[in-house]
Every structure is written in structure tokens, then in C-alpha cells.
């Protein structure tokens, strides 16, 4: 254990050391590299906290919404579920449901309706835990060319420290080659975990995006199930 501390403190001091000898162009780049970690980082912490903080809630408000005996039971608690993006699918129909109540027939006219209110819900509802994931997709693309630009650069500055030192020497190309691995992996450790994370994200969002449709018939089948419920007392 002391060992591998000892090791772990000297490679990070000779990577310290690697980065303060390099070239302005290098230091720029990791610089750039840097900000697109950090941005993504930020960007994959925040959305991890409110996909898990959705999923917990969902679960809650699928459970609350079948003991509920009324839409509007469950709509007066709604809130209490923001975090889940169900609530939006939930809401978006139940607005419509309530419209239509609410008219002089005081009858629910159109299923269709309340059907395509719930899609524009969760849609909305989609696209807000959607936002900024696309960074994370930017980041993965441009941070490996980022840090072959680096590459290149300290490769051709390995190259003129050997013609201007007129000799084939490792103390002439040693600085520029340095240049030349440290950017290639800067590049690499911004975009892996931005990959990694992209997917991921991605395809919790794509879960939800499922879970929501199959609410959404949940839905219905519950309203068409109040209204057979009413006409049914209406002819006794």
C-alpha cells in the first residue's frame, strides 16, 4: 500500500513536471482538452443524480397512481413526483380530460385528444432530460482530433529540434515527442468517459421514453374505465 502511493505520487509528479516543460501549443491544447473534460464531467454528474432521482420517483408515482381511486387524487399529489418525467406524461393528458369535463356537454368527447396531450408531455418531458447530453456527444467527437492536433505539432517540433540541433540526438526530440503522447492522451481520457457516459444516458433515456408510452396507455385504460363506469350509472 505504501508503495503503490509512493508510485502513485512520484508518475503524478513526472506528469506535472511533462506538462509545465511543453511548448505553448501543447499547453493550449490541454488547456482546451481540460475545459471539455470538466464541462463533460459536470454535464454526466448532474444528469447521473437526476436519472436516478427519476427512476426512484417514477416508481413512487406509478405505485401512488394505481391506488389512486380518482385522476384527481393523484393530480393533487402530483408535485410531490416532479423529479419523474411521468408526471408531465400524466399531466399534459389530464389537462385535456379536465377541458373536456369542464365544457356545457360535461362529457369526454374525444380519447384522441387526451392521448395526443399526454405525447406532447412527454415530449417535453423528454427533451428536458435531453438537454446538454449532446456536449457529451461533441466532446467524445472533437477531444481525440483535439489531441492529435497536439500529436502533429509536437512531432513537427520534434522534427525541427533535429534539424536545428544538426544531430540525431534523444536530447533534440525527446521534448517534442513528449508533446506529441501527452496530448494523444489527454485526448483519449477526455472523450472515453464522454462516450461511455453518451450511451448510457442515452439509453436510460430511451427506458424512460418507453415507460412513458406504455403509462400513457396505463392512462387511458383508466379514464375509459371512469367512463364506462359513468355511463353505466347514468342508465341506472
Excluded at 505553448?24 to 473534460?37: D, E, I, N, Y
Excluded at 405505485?63 to 393530480?75: E, M, P, T, V, Y
Excluded at 492536433?149 to 525541427?160: K, P, S
Amino acid at each position: 500500500m505504501p508503495f503503490s502511493f509512493l508510485s502513485a505520487f512520484f508518475i503524478g509528479g513526472e506528469i506535472v513536471d511533462l506538462v509545465s516543460s511543453t511548448g505553448p501549443v501543447a499547453k493550449l491544447v490541454l488547456l482546451t482538452l481540460l475545459a471539455f473534460s470538466l464541462i463533460s464531467w459536470a454535464i454526466i454528474l448532474t444528469k447521473w443524480s437526476l436519472l436516478r432521482r427519476a427512476r426512484m420517483q417514477s416508481g413512487r408515482f406509478i405505485r401512488a397512481f394505481r391506488k389512486a381511486q380518482r385522476l384527481q387524487d393523484i393530480a393533487t399529489v402530483a408535485d410531490q413526483f416532479r423529479p419523474s418525467p411521468l408526471v408531465g406524461v400524466f399531466e399534459g393528458g389530464f389537462q385535456e380530460y379536465r377541458r373536456q369535463l369542464g365544457g356545457p356537454a360535461a362529457s369526454l368527447r374525444s380519447l384522441t385528444a387526451v392521448q395526443r396531450g399526454m405525447q406532447i408531455g412527454a415530449s417535453e418531458e423528454i427533451t428536458r432530460l435531453e438537454r446538454n447530453v449532446p456536449w457529451l456527444a461533441i466532446t467524445a467527437a472533437v477531444t481525440p482530433f483535439i489531441g492529435l492536433f497536439g500529436t502533429v505539432w509536437g512531432i513537427i517540433d520534434a522534427f525541427h529540434g533535429l534539424g536545428t540541433a544538426g544531430g540525431a540526438t534523444l536530447r533534440a526530440v525527446a521534448p517534442g515527442i513528449s508533446e506529441a503522447l501527452i496530448t494523444t492522451a489527454a485526448g483519449l481520457a477526455a472523450a472515453i468517459p464522454a462516450v461511455i457516459a453518451y450511451n448510457l444516458i442515452g439509453n436510460s433515456i430511451r427506458v424512460f421514453a418507453a415507460r412513458g408510452d406504455d403509462f400513457a396507455l396505463e392512462v387511458l385504460n383508466a379514464i375509459e374505465t371512469i367512463q364506462t363506469q359513468s355511463v353505466a350509472e347514468v342508465r341506472r
